[in-house]
Structures are given as C-alpha cells and as structure tokens.
C-alpha cells in the first residue's frame, strides 16, 4: 500500500507523484466495493431505499456481531453513545469542529475503521445511514473509506455532488426545488440548468466579495475538505495508520501558507490590500452573509460588522490568548515542553512539524494541555460568533465546517495570524546563505514564460443529492439515470495551457530538482515590494527532478505536465456508470486517472490576470538532487523544507547564485471568447 500513501500524502501538499505511477486496473473486487459504496451516498439524504440495503440496515444488530470487528471494545463505546443519546438526530446541525460531535464521530469512524472485513464495513454503514444524522454519516464514512486499507483505492464523488448545498448558495437550491416541484424535467442529454452565481455577483456589496469566484470555488473548497479528511485534527497517531501522520504539522502550516499567498494574488488582481491578522481585542470589521442554507435546510448563520469575540460555551478569550501566547514563548525562549516534561530545543534544527502540531492541536501535539489547539480555537471563538454559547440554538457557521470554511474572509484572518507565527519561528532559525543555495557547476542562463491567459469557464454539477425522492423513483434513477436531472451551471476561473523554458548549463551530468515560484511584484498601491515582503507570498508553481546532461540544457515544461495539481473530479454520474460498466467488465478503468481529483485544481494555478496584465515575479531554482533525503510532503526531494528557498530569513543577494533565475511574467485575463479564437 506503499503507492497509496504516496498519493494521501501529496494529496495534502498538493504534491501528488502520481504521473511517476504506471497505469493501475482496477481488479473485480475493488470495482465491486465502489459500486456498493457509490449507490449508498447516492441521495444520501434518504433513507435507504433499494430493498437490499433496507433489509441489511432493519436486521443488522451490532451486538451481535461483535467478534466481526478488530476489537469489541470499539462497538460497546459506540453503543454507548449511541444507546444514551449522544448521537445527534437526523436533521440537526452537525459540525465536526463541536466537542461532542467529535466525539460521537470518532466511535463512529472506529465501527467503520475496525470492522475486520468489507462486508461488515459495509453492513455497519448500511445500519448507520438510517440510524446516525446525515451529515454526521457522510463525515465519518468518507474518512473511513479514505483510511480503510481495502477501500484506500475506492473513488469518493466530489463533496460538492454529496451535499450541493454547501457550495452553491440557496437560491440555486431553492430554484431546484421549484423545478422539481412543478416536475420540469431534466435528462443527462438535456439537464435542467441552474445559474449559479458567486455572492457579490452581478455587483459587489462588500469590496471581500471581489475574490468570491476564488474563496467559493467548489473545486477549492474540496480540496480542503479533503485536507480535512486525510488528517482530522483529532487522528491519533498511534491508532490508525502512522506512515499517514508524517509531517502533519509542517502539512497544516505549509497548506495554510500557500493558501494565504495564493490568495493574496488573487486579491491583488483584484486591487484589494493584503489581509490582516484577526484580533482578540477589535471588533471584526468584515461582516459575512454566507447564503448558505445547509443541508438541514437551516441557514449558515449571517456575521454582523462590528462585533467582539467573546467567551464561547467551552472556551473564555482568554484562554485562547494564552496558548498563543505560551507559544509565542516557547519559540522566542527556543523550548517546547512537552506533556511529559521533555523539553524540545527547537533552535537546533527546523521543528516546524512540532510547531505546526501544537498550533493545530492536533492529536501529534507534545501537549495539548498547554499549547491549546489555537487553530480550531480560532475558528470556534470566531465562527460561534453570533451565539456564543449556543443560546438559541444556531447553527454551525461556514467557518466551523471543513467544505466551507474558505468562504468566509475571515478565515484568511485568521490563517494569516497562524502564519505569522510560523514566520516567527522561521525567523529565528539561521538565516539561508549563499552556500544554503549554490549548485556548483549548473547555472540557468534565461527562462521563457509563454504569455499566461485566464479566463472564465462554464462548470457544471448535480445537485440531485439536495433533494429527495420517492423510494421507488429513487431505484429506478439508479437503473436508469434521473428523470430530474438538474445542474448547477458555474462559471470558474481557468487559464490557457502554458509552457515555460528554463535553459541550464551544467558542466556535469547530474540530477537535479528544479522549483518554479511565482509571486507578486508590486503591493496593492504600486509600491515593489522588498525581497523580504515577497518571501511570504511566493506561491510553488512546479516542482520536478531533471536529469542535467553535460552542457547545455533546454527544459521545456507545460502546465499540463505538473504533477502535484489534481485533475478534474468526474461527475457522479459518470463515476457512477463507469464503475458499474467497468464491473460488467465492458470498459477499462484505471484507478489513478480517478484518483488525481483530490489534489489542488489545476485550474487554480495562476491567479486572475487583467485586461492590461498583473506584474509577476518568476523565479526559478535548481538544486541536487540528494538521495536519501526525502520529505513526506514532496515527491522530489532534496533535504529541503518546503517552502525553500522562502521559508526562512536570506540576503536577496546570497539568493543571486548562478542555479537561481529570477524573472517576469504577465498574466492577463480574456473573455472565454477571445481565448477560444487565439489572441496576437
Ligand atoms: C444568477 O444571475 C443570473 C444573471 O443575473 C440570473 O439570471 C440567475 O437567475 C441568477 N441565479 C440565481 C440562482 O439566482
Ligand atoms: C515524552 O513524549 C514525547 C512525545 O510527546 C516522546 O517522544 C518522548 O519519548 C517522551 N519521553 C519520555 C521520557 O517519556
């Protein structure tokens, strides 16, 4: 399963070296589970309806069963919960950043994750779907079938095909509802179109809502669902499958911060200024208004401007201060102490993995007691705004779920503040130097960037999972496709294929990783940013390795050639059919071509140009190749953080070594029209 961890891994640094993996068929068996797998989150919102899943899950007895699970220990736990109401009811509103939700979905997860084979898996999520709440099933059953060892190949739908309703605002949804209640219908040749627009569209209350194409992209949001999924916060190393939890704290920093300099292109395209830190003592100024109505059919709670954060049901203000501020000291004194009084001199070479865990407080944290989770502390304290202590009953905001806690701005407030302190401790580490860069013998003599275009396309999705049917019209669907089928249409921000060059001169034959950064040249007013401004916002483009010839070199690369970004998801639907043919054994089906969605949407790789071009930095670096020194969060590796040559503190000049290029790119935005029939 060595391949399969591979690509969980990248999956998390957008890095998947799956393009090295050779084509993989799917055997029988994996086809067979997907088929069964697939048909129990179609309508997950239902009960189940096709009569033999209805058998298993009215006779299926957990406490009968017992011994079909590794260890009986996780059954009584779960029935315990269970049996003594913890369990939320179907309907309710459910969020896996809640306390109690964690933990009833964690016995959950550990049914799922421990029985000892797949038809008992398979039976306990029959069983669950009609018993535990919808939402809460959905959680725990993705995260078992991503970590179960014999489902790890199975292909999950888009998140936004499972719930429709947490990516697409709620006029489409109610539109949809319309529709179907005056029995429009909709076939898979002529679907029943749904604009869907970005809040903010056509005209823009709030300056934020500029770059909502971006923070509401369904493929974007998945992506971090999917962070979320491979690594919930509350996975204990020991427990599950520990190959998986490499890094995970460097992971969550490295993430966030990429994310935040992505963003930060994004927002500059769009003339607005860099996000600040949200802060414990102001009020917060961008108020949010998410449209989202959840699947519950309850909306996502509004955020006024202006208001405070304030002490929250398990949590005080102050409690939350304080861990960011032992943190603080722990990296400005140079000792973590861990749960056990083992004290961490983090100056002796990089601990951001162990920073990264006490800030996300996850379950790798050396002590949880003591740093806090200040991360989810964030979010709560923030996104339980309104209701504070659960008064009256709202329900979780975007910001306290993983499918839609990008679309908040505060969220990048918020990640901005987790960011800083990474720096803070990046800063203190010893400064790169000349020789921290140097490739002796290898320099890049020029590099070409092709003119780089985005623009706008159509994008289509279900939304037949936000609405529910009758049994028998529901089974029939699974036969032979919807009478209903209705899409959302939305329109997504893509770009041209691109290629660049980079031409290198070695005087030996060597192997080589070659890293392609790009980043903002000018801040918001025009001003050039300072080389150390800039650090922060490069965003990695390309990695890859090259075999260096001896003399000269041209390395030509398209965008379609990188690797780490995640292809386009398949629909349900064809997901579904290929599955089911493919099982028949009337077509082929390759695990990897499917398995490539979950990696950052390639679309995404170049920020929104404009009409006359944004100004960007490119820079390229070429470095050996070390063997031996691989980094769980890069398929290429080199011994070096990510986030070299970046991460830490360096003279400008040091960077200027000959194996270092640092040039211009343009990127200008056209109308799908003008893109369609080639510009001069
Ligand atoms: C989205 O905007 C278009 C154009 O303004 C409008 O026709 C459409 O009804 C809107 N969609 C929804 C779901 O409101
Ligand atoms: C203390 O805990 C850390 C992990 O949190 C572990 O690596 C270390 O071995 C422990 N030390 C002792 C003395 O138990």
Redesign the pocket.
């Known amino acids: 399963m060595r391949t399969a961890t591979v690509v969980v891994l990248s999956l998390l640094a957008a890095l998947a070296a799956a393009a090295v993996v050779p084509h993989r068929e799917a055997d029988k068996d994996l086809l067979q589970k997907q088929y069964k797998l697939l048909r129990l989150l179609y309508r997950v919102q239902q009960y189940n309806f096709l009569p033999e899943e209805k058998a298993i899950a009215e006779s299926y007895n957990l406490e009968e069963n017992f011994d079909h699970y590794k260890d009986p220990q996780y059954v009584k736990i779960f029935l315990k919960f269970y049996n003594n109401g913890y369990f939320k009811q179907r309907g309710e509103s459910f969020s896996p950043y809640y306390q109690r939700d964690q933990y009833d979905s964690k016995a959950l997860f550990d049914l799922f994750y421990y029985a000892k084979d797949f038809d008992t898996f398979y039976k306990t999520a029959v069983w669950a779907k009609d018993h535990v709440n919808e939402a809460q099933f959905v959680y725990a059953f993705t995260l078992a079938v991503l970590h179960r060892e014999d489902t790890r190949d199975v292909v999950l739908p888009a998140p936004y095909e499972i719930f429709p309703q947490l990516f697409v605002?709620a006029?489409?949804i109610?539109?949809a509802y319309d529709a179907r209640l005056r029995g429009i219908p909709g076939t898979k040749e002529s679907p029943y179109y749904?604009?869907?627009?970005y809040s903010g569209?056509?005209v823009a209350y709030n300056p934020e809502e500029l770059v909502s194409y971006f923070t509401e992209d369904v493929g974007l949001n998945s992506f971090f669902a999917y962070a979320h999924y491979m690594y919930p916060y509350w996975f204990e190393e020991a427990k599950y499958d520990v190959q998986l939890f490499q890094k995970r704290g460097e992971a969550f920093l490295y993430i966030l911060q990429q994310l935040l300099a992505r963003y930060h292109l994004e927002r500059l395209s769009n003339h607005l200024p860099d996000v600040q830190p949200v802060d414990y003592e102001r009020p917060v100024k961008v108020g949010y208004y998410p449209e989202l109505r959840l699947q519950n059919g309850i909306e996502a709670p509004a955020r006024p401007e202006g208001v405070f954060p304030r002490d929250i049901d398990f949590l005080f203000v102050e409690e939350a201060k304080n861990f960011e501020r032992r943190i603080y000291d722990a990296i400005d004194y140079g000792y973590v102490y861990a749960e056990n009084q083992t004290k961490y001199n983090i100056r002796e070479h990089d601990f951001t993995d162990l920073i990264g865990s006490i800030i996300e407080g996850n379950y790798g944290s050396v002590n949880r007691y003591y740093y806090g989770s200040l991360f989810r502390n964030l979010l709560s304290l923030f996104g339980h705004i309104v209701d504070p202590v659960h008064s009256y009953g709202v329900s979780p905001s975007v910001l306290e779920q993983p499918e839609t806690f990008l679309r908040d701005p505060l969220f990048y407030r918020i990640a901005k503040r987790i960011v800083s302190i990474y720096y803070r401790y990046k800063n203190q580490l010893t400064r790169y130097t000349y020789q921290d860069f140097e490739f002796k013998g290898v320099e890049i003599n020029s590099v070409s960037v092709d003119k780089l275009v985005t623009y706008f396309d159509y994008f289509d999705f279900d939304l037949s999972n936000a609405f529910t049917i009758s049994g028998p019209e529901a089974v029939k669907e699974i036969e032979d496709g919807s009478q209903y089928k209705y899409v959302a249409r939305q329109y997504r921000l893509n770009h041209k294929p691109f290629s660049y060059h980079v031409k290198v001169t070695s005087d030996k034959e060597v192997d080589s990783v070659v890293r392609v950064f790009f980043g903002p040249r000018y801040d918001v007013n025009g001003r050039e940013y300072t080389f150390d401004e800039q650090r922060q916002y490069y965003v990695l483009l390309d990695i890859f390795t090259y075999k260096l010839k001896s003399g000269e070199n041209v390395i030509e690369r398209n965008s379609k050639d990188i690797e780490y970004y995640g292809s386009e998801a398949p629909s349900f639907f064809d997901l579904f059919r290929d599955t089911q043919a493919a099982a028949k054994g009337e077509q082929k089906y390759f695990v990897d071509e499917y398995k490539q969605h979950f990696g950052f949407p390639q679309r995404l790789a170049l920020p929104r140009g404009t009409r006359n071009g944004l100004p960007l930095n490119f820079f390229v670096l070429v470095t050996p190749a070390r063997e031996g020194y691989t980094h769980p969060l890069l398929p290429y590796s080199d011994g070096h953080a990510p986030g070299y040559p970046f991460d830490r503190r360096s003279f400008d000049f040091d960077l200027q070594v000959p194996n270092a290029y640092f040039g211009d790119a343009v990127v200008v935005h056209r109308r799908q029209e003008e893109v369609a029939t080639p510009v001069a």
């Open positions: 605002n006029h489409v109610q539109k749904i604009l869907s627009n569209y056509p």
